[in-house]
């Protein structure tokens, strides 16, 4: 059974920082293409960032510069480190990853507000 649990969302003040975690299971994770996407009320979710099983990124151009992206294939987690926070990254994040099927974590709420 596949699992994926995001953890480390919360409230921060607009340029602070946040760190969020992917925890999978029932996956060859270190083959695996993990991705973080976002959802904000009333918008489409849409890719945050993504890392290949070689360590190849990609990001939406709304977060380069400020976002990275990375793996622990030891521990079967992704991370997204989140700098410079602006009030418009306020969203749901959530994991994915596609194995045939495409799997979600449940989400995590971040909030940038002072």
């Known amino acids: 059974q596949v699992q994926l649990v995001e953890s480390g969302g919360g409230l921060v003040q607009p340029g602070g920082s946040l760190r969020l975690s992917c925890a999978a299971s029932?996956?060859?994770?270190?083959?695996?293409?993990m991705g973080w996407y976002r959802q904000a009320p009333g918008k489409q979710r849409e890719l945050v960032a993504r890392?290949?099983?070689?360590?190849?990124?990609n990001y939406a151009d709304s977060v380069k510069g400020r976002f990275t992206i990375s793996r622990d294939n030891a521990k079967n987690t992704v991370y997204l480190q989140m700098n410079s926070l602006k009030p418009e990254d306020t969203a749901v994040y959530y994991c994915?990853?596609?194995?045939?099927?495409?799997?979600w974590g449940q989400g995590t709420q971040v909030t940038v507000s002072s």
């Open positions: 994915n990853t596609a194995q045939g099927v495409v799997y």
């Open positions: 029932g996956i060859f994770f270190s083959l695996a293409t």
């Open positions: 890392i290949t099983n070689v360590g190849s990124t």
